[in-house]
């Protein structure tokens, strides 16, 4: 069974940047599509980022520019990098493995979340 656990999440100035790591037990997590989604307060869960087990990705149009996705198959591992960050990104993450059908991507399994703050 898939466990993906997130990690990297904390309070950060704006302009500031953090990275999220998310690691999964056991098999199939390299051989998926991964992603990262995100629920502010009184906001619908939302796709941040997806990234295909090719390295193609796609982006929410709020953070393109500033977060970058990617994937690390020999650790079982996928990240985020984000940069440039805004109080409204404000949010919990969510790491998840999915797949990609008709160019939409479609999460099976989700971590626990960790939360991210931006506010000076």
């Not at 999460?107 to 703050?117: A, F, S």
Request: hydrophobic share 30%.
């Amino acid at each position: 069974q898939v466990q993906p656990v997130e990690s990297g999440g904390g309070l950060v100035q704006p302009g500031g940047s953090l990275r999220l790591s998310c690691a999964a037990s056991g098999s199939l997590f390299s051989i998926n599509a991964l992603g990262w989604y995100r629920q502010a307060p009184g906001k619908q869960r939302e796709l941040v980022a997806a990234i295909t087990t090719h390295g193609g990705t796609n982006y929410a149009d709020s953070v393109k520019g500033r977060f970058t996705i990617s994937r690390d198959n020999a650790k079982n591992t996928v990240y985020l990098q984000m940069d440039s960050l805004k109080p409204e990104d404000t949010a919990v993450y969510y790491c998840t493995r999915g797949a990609f059908w008709g160019g939409a991507y479609y999460p099976d399994y989700w971590g626990q979340g960790t939360q991210v703050t931006v506010s000076s």
